[in-house]
Structure formats: structure tokens, C-alpha cells
């Protein structure tokens, strides 16, 4: 099977980071994997919810949002049938940057991560991973200069992609036509060690074998790899 963009089955699509592309957060980027675009920003607060309070630790939170636009056609804000799907992929992304940072080294502070999708054409949700953790590493990295923190408080780099099985073939990181036909489909977050934070996988219809998940699970470790790359690249021009 041809993909419609030319990739070959094991290919990533383009991915570009921009820094600082809103002025005002603490962190700020713009990650584009394919026609997939989506705005990550971080804001710091010198609080922490209340079932934290006193316990010296800090917090990392996200929400996670699409444009009316941001797909083919408009799609009211904050409809109902939106906010399920919103509210488990911003814990998702929550729940991934926690795993990345060391939460007793960032103090009695709240870092809010905000991912809007600019523009949606497949895996919204793990390009919001990867660019929600460069978004973070540049507010951290602000505190740092300000001498709040010592040494980065980051234990891993996270990143994640989408694999799935399309008219049989294992497909890396798919578009939107591609994820709306996948037999089976599976999100994996990865940090740069080698572990996984997370894996989202499900069948439609025929049930996957253990030899699928091995292999979608291979082949979402070398698209990850790719994407770690991408996030030190675009880092290092902060040094």
C-alpha cells in the first residue's frame, strides 16, 4: 500500500520546532509534525493545588483544546461531546510531563501547560507530548537563569507518536485519513531512556495479537527516537 503522502511505512512525517512562539508564557512552541500544528504554552504560578499545600512538592498540570477550524469543518467550542475526549487527552499530557520532571525539586509551584491545536490532521495528542515538554523545559530553564533552581529538575525527556495498522500494513505516525481507517491504533509515550510513561491501544473490530503489539511498539520506539532528536535540536539553541 502507497501512503497518500509518499512516506514509506516506517517514516515519520516532517517535524518543526519553534521557541518562544507566543511572547507572554513562561515557555512557549509550536510543534508541526506534518499538517498536524499545535501551540504549547506554560504558565507558572508560585501555588499549588490544595491537596499539595505544605508538602513541598510542585505540579504539573495540562488542558488541551482544538480551534473550531482546526479540523475540516467548524466545530463549536467547548461542546459536550468534546469535553470527554479533551479531558482525557489533557490528562494524558499531565500525566506524562509529571513523569519527566522531579516534582519535590520544583518547589511549591504550578506549571499549567496549555496545548491548542492549531490545525488537526492525526496524532493531536501525542504531538501535544512532544511539544508540551519543550514548551516546559523552556520555563524551567527562564527559573533556572533566575537562580531559582540550581540544576534542571528533569529526569527524563518524554515524546510520544501513533502507529497503527492500515489494509494491513504497520504504519508510523498517522495522518488523519490514515487513523480514521486503522484497525488497530496505539498511542505510546516513551522518555528518552528507553521506558514507556504510557500505551494506548485498541483494536476496531478484529482483535491484535501479541506479535502486532511487539511490532507497533517497535516501531513507535524508532519514530520516539526521531522526536527526541528533533526536541534536542531545538533546544540546544537556548545554551
Request: net charge neutral; proline share 3%; aromatic share 8%.
Amino acid at each position: 500500500m502507497a501512503r497518500k503522502d509518499g512516506r514509506a511505512n516506517d517514516e515519520m512525517r516532517p517535524v518543526k520546532i519553534t521557541l518562544g512562539y507566543q511572547d507572554y508564557p513562561e515557555g512557549s512552541a509550536l510543534i508541526e509534525i506534518g499538517n498536524t500544528r499545535v501551540l504549547c504554552a506554560v504558565s507558572v504560578e508560585d501555588r499549588v493545588p490544595f491537596f499539595m499545600k505544605g508538602q513541598g512538592s510542585g505540579w504539573v498540570t495540562a488542558e488541551y483544546a482544538m480551534l473550531p477550524r482546526a479540523t475540516h469543518t467548524r466545530t463549536p467550542r467547548n461542546p459536550e461531546k468534546q469535553q470527554g475526549r479533551s479531558q482525557e487527552i489533557q490528562r494524558l499530557i499531565g500525566r506524562s510531563l509529571r513523569a519527566s520532571v522531579d516534582m519535590d525539586s520544583l518547589g511549591e509551584r504550578t506549571f499549567a501547560i496549555d496545548c491548542d491545536v492549531l490545525q488537526a490532521d492525526g496524532g493531536t495528542r501525542t504531538a501535544s507530548i512532544t511539544g508540551a515538554y519543550v514548551a516546559l523545559f523552556i520555563a524551567v530553564s527562564k527559573l533556572r537563569k533566575q537562580g531559582i533552581y540550581k540544576v534542571m529538575p528533569f529526569k527524563y525527556a518524554v515524546a510520544a507518536t501513533s502507529v497503527g495498522v492500515v489494509d494491513r500494513q504497520k504504519l508510523l505516525d498517522l495522518c488523519y485519513e490514515e487513523d480514521s481507517r486503522a484497525a488497530v491504533d496505539f498511542n505510546v509515550v516513551m522518555t528518552d531512556k528507553g521506558d514507556f510513561v504510557e500505551m494506548q491501544g485498541t483494536a476496531e473490530g478484529k482483535p491484535f495479537s501479541r506479535e502486532t503489539m511487539d511490532a507497533m511498539v517497535t516501531l513507535a520506539d524508532k519514530g520516539i527516537k526521531q522526536l527526541f532528536e528533533e526536541q534536542k535540536k531545538a533546544l540546544d539553541s537556548l545554551k
